[in-house]
């Protein structure tokens, strides 16, 4: 597999809900690598399996970080899935929390 090809620290995934469930997230998610923990064998194609970690987003803001289990081709979120790779700075007088 071409180095292009392979999960970098940075990008933001498209994680689908057999890869890793959560509540009110049905069709997936959006998850920041922010660190690797580790290769974890190979999938049916002979891929690479890689536990990588980060925030996920939950359609409003970055929320808490989760390992989940990708192979090492694992596609990008595309832009109308996820937000920017960054935390979103917060209005003036505001925050990002919801409360």
Not at 48 to 66: A, I, S, T
Request: one cysteine or more; proline letters at 9%.
């Amino acid at each position: 597999m071409d180095s292009a090809d392979r999960v970098k620290q940075g990008d933001v995934l498209w994680i689908e809900p057999d890869q890793c469930a959560l509540p009110d997230l049905w069709d997936g998610f959006a998850l920041r690598v922010d660190a690797f923990l580790g290769v974890d064998g190979y999938d049916e194609r002979g891929v690479n399996l890689v536990w990588v970690r980060g925030p996920y987003h939950n359609g409003r803001r970055w929320c808490d970080e989760l390992a989940v289990l990708v192979p090492d081709d694992q596609p990008l979120a595309e832009p109308d899935k996820a937000p920017p790779s960054s935390h979103a700075a917060a209005p003036a007088g505001g925050s990002n929390d919801d409360t």
